[in-house]
Each structure stands twice: as structure tokens, then as C-alpha cells.
């Protein structure tokens, strides 16, 4: 468990606070580019640990983060006109461009030189693997923008998605590196026949896994390790997370011989709510089809038959995310549909922010534990000034997870160490 102390140090991300300037050293997600899909094109709101702003992309492809409210009398640019290289508020006319300048200050004399002393809250962009990228910590500190495998394929060679979560940031990212649940939360009662499936099967046969955690210069490596004593095997799966909220998995894939590689990011808009990022690529780097997207998401229950506006689930907190008790019988442990679909029930019905004074945790909870430490080391290490673990990315650009049948016999990492490095 952890103390009073250390869930609020851990939870409270908003500016200002200890983990909130921690996650402002590292490049964070704030939209898909398809969000911003042209020049001059309306500008979307976000939230952003726990900061409200504005995005919009100029009338050269320029992407510009800028604070919500105009620093004039505070209106919300959301409102504003993208025109000309700049998004100019409504309310006054004043414009600003992607770096925060005032370029424009029509409600004041032409000679006026007061527009050169107004700079907005301006944040530096980066597009890529169809994400754009903001860096909101000190400019003197900013890091190369992360580079892992999936970031730098060919268009329509990965595929990523978000959707949003109605609680803290930690308890969604606790539950991505939690690999035991598999067992229980996501298992289905019938007999499982599709070959991107009979992983499913290892985790029935063998619910307890061994969980072996190697910390690394970019956050860790850890493997769940499941013996099954028939077949003198063990089914093991390695991760990796990546601070400080990326986790990467490795499964079989929906077409027969297309081994896939999916992770996520887990940002936090603020204290309460999280953008979930979702991302699926081949091991080979081959394209993917459209028929393989459509499964992932509908799988998951992020297909668009499953979404309301602004990225929401249709199964959500008020209609008990769909829960069939007669299917909780009799196929699916519990009775929800969608395999992330059951993660967010799970994580939003422990409450808002959870109380970590109040848990038990067991040796299946190592990856979270280490989680939780590198995090803390982190904030503590940002608070006294010095750098936070990972902040400029490590060596995460080489990293790949891995999941096969091996020897019991042998050490999985020294059988496996080959598929656990990057090749795109």
C-alpha cells in the first residue's frame, strides 16, 4: 500500500504540483492529428494536466497549443478565427500565432507598440505516427521527442486510437501493467479456437504468473511467466513500460502468421480524467488492413458502432457499461463486452482517485509496486531539481515486447532476447 502522502504525491498532476512539473520534463500526447485535419481548420479544446488549452493548425500545416482563455479580458479562444497564420479572439480581435506572439491588436491606435509586450501560454508541437506531440515543461530542459517503433512506421502501417476514462491516470496505467487480471477479467467461458486467441487459453490453464521486473534506463522491462507443467513449457509474455505512462505488449495477431505488437499511453487531462491512447502495428512492419483495425477496435469495444462523441464509450458508468448477467453466466466473466471496455469499468468503479492506504497487495502486483517507485523517484527527483528517470527517452526506441511458448528449462530472457529489440 502506499501512504497518504505518497497517493496524493503520486495522483495530483495539475500545475504546480510534484508529479504534474514531473510529467511536464517528458513529451506528452494532446491530440491524434486527425483532430486538426487541415489548415485553417476549427481549433479543438483539451485539457492537459489539469491545465485548459487550445489547439489549432495555421495556415501553413503549423500546429500551435495555446492557453484556452485570451490573456486580454479571458475569453475562450475556442471561439476564436483560424485565419492567416494565427487564431484571433472574437471578442477583441486580438491574434495570436503558434508561439503565443500577439500579432494583432486591431482595438488599439496603429500606433501602438502594446501588442509587442502581450505573449500568450504557447507550447511547442510535434507530429508524429499520427499523434500530435506537446512538450509544456521548461524550454531549457526539452528532450527529443520519444521515438518508439510504432512512432516511425509508414502511414497506414500502425494505427492508433483514444478514448477517454473518467478517473486518475494511475489506477488506468496500474491496470495496463497488471498482467495476472488477464486471467479473470478478460477470460471467456467458451472454448477458444481462433489462433489470435489460444493465448487466452495459457492464461486459463495457469492464473498465477511469476513476475519478473528488470529495471532500464527508460523505465523497465518484466516478464510474466506462466508454467505449464503438460507441456514442460512456460507461456511467458514480456512488456515494457516506458515512463511515464507508455506500456507495450505483444499478441497474436487477428491474420495467421502477423504476429502484433499494441500499447498504450495513459495521460492524464487531469486529476480525475485520463486520455487513454491505443496503438497496433505488425511485428514485421507490414501494412495493416482495414479488416485487422475494424477487429482490434471492435474487440475491444472501440469500434465506431461503440463511441459517442469526443471519443466516449457508449458503455459507460451510467448504463453499467452493458453488463449481461445471463452472458456473465454463461460466456464471459464478466458479462461486459469489449475487452478495454472491462478495464475501464473496473479501474472508473474504484472511484475517482483511488485510496492506496486501503489495498493488499499480493507478488502478482510487482510491475505495479515498480511502477509506482520509479514515479515517486521521479517527482522526488524533479523537486530537487535533477532530471526524472527517462526523460529523454533511454533507449526506448530499440525496445520491443515478446510473448511465446519456452523451455521451462531455460531463462526466458536469454530465450527470448532476440524478439526484444526493435527493427524499424
Known amino acids: 500500500m502506499l501512504s497518504r502522502e505518497d497517493n496524493e504525491l503520486i495522483t495530483q498532476v495539475g500545475p504546480g504540483t510534484a508529479m504534474g512539473e514531473t510529467m511536464r520534463r517528458y513529451w506528452m500526447p494532446a491530440l491524434l492529428s486527425e483532430e486538426l485535419p487541415e489548415p485553417d481548420c476549427p481549433p479543438v479544446r483539451l485539457g492537459l494536466l489539469g491545465e485548459q488549452l487550445v489547439a489549432f493548425r495555421d495556415t501553413n500545416g503549423r500546429v500551435g497549443l495555446l492557453g484556452q482563455h485570451c490573456p486580454h479580458r479571458g475569453a475562450s479562444l475556442f471561439f476564436g478565427r483560424n485565419e492567416e497564420c494565427g487564431l484571433r479572439c472574437v471578442y477583441h480581435g486580438w491574434k495570436y500565432d503558434v508561439d503565443g506572439n500577439c500579432v494583432d491588436m486591431p482595438n488599439e491606435p496603429p500606433e501602438s507598440n502594446f501588442k509587442q509586450k502581450v505573449r500568450h501560454t504557447a507550447y511547442p508541437c510535434e507530429e508524429r505516427g499520427g499523434v500530435i506531440w506537446a512538450y509544456t515543461g521548461p524550454a531549457e530542459k526539452r528532450p527529443p521527442l520519444v521515438n518508439l517503433e510504432w512512432m516511425r512506421l509508414p502511414a497506414g502501417h500502425s494505427f492508433i486510437s483514444k478514448s477517454y476514462e473518467d478517473c486518475n491516470y494511475l489506477q488506468a496505467l496500474e491496470g495496463g501493467v497488471d498482467t495476472s487480471h488477464s486471467s479473470f477479467l478478460h477470460r471467456r467461458k467458451e472454448e477458444v479456437t481462433a489462433p489470435w486467441r489460444r493465448t487466452e487459453t495459457w492464461r ?118 452493458f453488463i449481461d448477467r445471463e452472458a456473465q453466466r454463461t460466456s464471459s466473466f464478466t458479462g461486459i463486452p469489449g475487452v478495454n471496455t472491462q478495464d475501464i469499468a473496473v479501474q472508473e468503479s474504484m472511484g475517482p482517485i483511488y485510496d492506496r492506504t486501503q489495498e493488499h497487495l499480493g507478488t502478482s502486483d510487482l510491475a505495479v509496486i515498480t511502477t509506482r517507485r520509479l514515479l515517486l523517484d521521479a517527482a522526488r527527483a524533479v523537486q530537487k531539481g535533477q532530471d526524472p528517470l527517462g526523460w529523454d527517452g533511454g533507449c526506448s526506441d530499440r525496445v520491443r515486447p515478446a510473448e511465446g511458448l519456452l523451455p521451462a528449462s531455460v531463462p526466458w530472457h536469454d530465450a527470448i532476447s532476440a524478439d526484444l529489440v526493435a527493427v524499424a
Do not use: C
Request: net charge negative.
Open 204 to 321: 486459463k490453464r495457469s492464473t498465477a504468473p511469476k513476475l519478473e521486473v528488470l529495471t532500464t534506463d527508460y523505465g523497465f522491462t518484466y516478464a510474466g511467466i506462466r508454467n505449464l507443467p503438460d507441456d514442460s513449457q512456460n507461456y511467458v509474455r514480456v512488456y515494457h513500460f516506458v515512463m511515464p505512462f507508455y506500456q507495450l505488449r505483444a499478441y497474436e495477431g487477428y491474420v495467421e502468421g502477423q504476429p502484433v505488437i499494441q500499447g498504450h499511453m495513459w495521460v492524464p487531462i487531469d486529476d480525475q480524467r485520463t486520455w487513454v491512447y491505443n496503438w497496433i502495428y505488425h511485428r514485421n512492419g507490414s501494412a495493416l488492413s482495414e479488416e485487422e483495425v475494424l477487429l482490434e477496435e471492435r474487440e475491444t469495444g472501440r469500434s465506431p458502432e461503440d463511441m459517442l462523441p469526443g471519443s466516449r464509450l457508449k458503455a459507460n458508468r451510467s448504463n453499467d457499461y
